[in-house]
């Protein structure tokens, strides 16, 4: 164990990430971002993971926008910048550096059996590049670096804290407790929304527009894609993920955002039809929606606003990175000046 883990006073540690790769979907916000808000008690680092994004072709102004963009979105959700340290990834270079440390530290066979890098690969057959093969070690890195006890995630992403663990157990296991192991914090309930369209599937950020709601799209959209989401010929409202995903999807999305158990979502809506579900999710969804986009509107037009906090969070992640990638360092005999 390491010696955060062994003092109970220490503040715990969170960590997450997301990459501005393309429009936040009502997924990402459910399984992850609408989590990042719940830790009073600890120290926490949001950081917009823009080298992430590089194991896909990116448009390079596109990627500058949708950047500036998701920090101003992680703001606009509740997370006030004077309390969370919300940065980017670029911006603090400690991350590519511990990267290419705990490459030497991964193998290839753990690498292999990742899903995400075996669908990504499916998805750009064209592109298959290395750094899409070691994206889970630029992700430890990410993680390791602040000493994070809680990484807030959608289902997805278990795997990835699954070896980054097993990375930092093993390096601990070499040199001593230089890493805190951290756990995933994954919420019983929307944890993975699925694709509109094609209910078996999760919702993506990189598919077709129609399959997902974007956290940012306009009321008129909202409904639109609602209306049209896929659903089945039964016609009986219940939660049944395996016969009934797209009903289930929409009853999980329901219950979420209203707070409200499962059960009860469903007896509210008993005895009405496909029709009444979604217009009760519609509802709930841009409830949810509209203050953000109205807090976000605010604070993406200033921009000198915005790129102070950027700056300041950077300073702040850049001196507690650079204390464990200091450590790992020397602990690996590289010389010290
Ligand atoms: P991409 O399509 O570019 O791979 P993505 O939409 O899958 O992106 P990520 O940036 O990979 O999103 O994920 C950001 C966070 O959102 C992660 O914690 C991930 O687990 C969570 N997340 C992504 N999609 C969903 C979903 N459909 N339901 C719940 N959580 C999700
Ligand atoms: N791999 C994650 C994004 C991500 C992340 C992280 C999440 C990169 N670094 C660190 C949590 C902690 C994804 O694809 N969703």
């Known amino acids: 164990m390491s010696e955060q883990n062994q003092n109970p006073e220490k503040r715990k540690v969170v960590f997450s990430g997301i990459q501005p790769s393309g429009n936040i979907t009502l997924g990402n916000y459910i399984g992850a971002l609408r989590n990042f808000t719940r830790f009073d008690d600890a120290d926490c680092l949001y950081c917009v993971v ?11 102004a596109d990627l500058r926008k949708r950047t500036a963009s998701l920090a101003a979105l992680y703001i606009a959700c509740g997370l006030d910048p004077e309390e969370n340290c919300i940065y980017c990834q670029s911006h603090v270079p400690a991350h590519a550096e511990l990267a290419w440390i705990l490459n030497c530290f991964t193998y290839m066979g753990e690498l292999n059996r990742m899903t995400q890098f075996k669908d990504k690969s499916a998805k750009h057959a064209d592109n298959i590049n290395a750094g899409l ?6 992700m430890a890195s990410d993680i390791l670096l602040y000493q994070t006890d809680l990484v807030p995630v959608g289902v997805d992403q278990k795997q990835h804290v699954e070896i980054c663990r097993d990375i930092a157990q ?29 209910p078996a599937r999760k919702m993506s950020k990189s598919d077709p527009d ?4 974007a956290v940012l799209d306009k009321p008129e959209d909202i409904r639109r894609k609602l209306k049209r989401a896929v659903t089945d010929s039964d016609g ?5 993920p395996e ?4 009903v289930s999807n929409l009853l999980t999305i329901l219950s979420v955002l209203k707070n409200q158990s499962m059960d009860d979502t469903v007896a509210a809506l008993q005895g009405l039809g496909y029709g009444a579900l979604k217009e009760a999710v519609t509802e ?17 037009a200033d921009k000198d606003y915005l790129s102070n906090v950027l700056k300041r969070n950077a300073e702040k992640a850049q001196y507690l990175a650079g204390k464990t990638l200091r450590k790992v360092y020397r602990k690996v005999g590289l010389l010290q000046l």
């Open 243 to 246: 016969n009934k995903p797209g």
């Open 284 to 300: 709930a969804v841009l409830a949810e929606l509209t203050p953000i986009q109205t807090r976000y509107n605010e604070i993406i």
């Open 210 to 213: 129609e399959t997902f709601i």
């Open 133 to 138: 093969f070691t994206y889970p070690v630029l």
């Open 170 to 198: 093993r390096f601990n296991s070499i040199y001593g407790d230089v890493f805190t192991i951290p756990e995933p914090f994954i919420s019983k309930s929307g944890a993975k929304i699925m694709s509109l369209q094609e």
């Open 50 to 60: 823009d080298l992430h994004t590089l194991t896909v072709r990116q448009n390079p």
């Open 236 to 240: 009986e409202i219940r939660y049944d």
